[in-house]
């Protein structure tokens, strides 16, 4: 028997895990990420809804829809981490655990990756942990859940 969904967001650019900047993001795919987190979610009794989206009004309609439909989110808000005040405020309307997630270690890059709108409402934050940190978030999320 399930525990219920946790969402899973991810932002722009992220369609293009294994093909872009390996050398920071990586050989897996998003596809990758996404099979390991489903197996994961499986084991832990979780349903997994896994999206992606470059579309900002996207990932926020989602967040909205997750009220109904999910008791956590966990998010890679990619390029929007840094300039998204839009996804902050919808994840402000949303009641269940919030977990941040990075593949690279944002505070070892440029100085604008170092503040994240999305942090002020994420109950943790995975970072620099290449892809394993999905696998990280679910775990967490699911101590969050009981």
Request: glycine share 8%; net charge negative.
């Amino acid at each position: 028997m399930s525990s219920g969904t946790i969402l899973v967001l991810n932002g722009p650019n992220l369609n293009l895990l294994g093909q872009r900047q390996p050398e920071i993001y990586g050989a897996e795919t998003l596809a990758d990420v996404e099979a390991a987190c489903r197996t994961l979610a499986a084991e832990l009794g979780f349903d997994l809804a896994f999206r992606q989206s470059n579309r900002e009004y996207e990932l926020i309609d989602w967040i909205h829809d997750a009220r109904e439909t999910a008791r956590a989110i966990v998010i890679n808000p990619a390029a929007f981490t840094h300039t998204s005040v839009a996804i902050l405020d919808a994840l402000n309307t949303f009641e269940g655990p919030v977990i941040e997630v990075h593949i690279s270690n944002v505070h070892q890059r440029e100085a604008f990756r170092h503040h994240s709108y999305v942090s002020q409402r994420a109950d943790g934050i995975v970072v620099g942990c290449g892809t394993q940190g999905y696998e990280l978030a679910l775990q967490r999320v699911a101590r969050l859940l009981g």
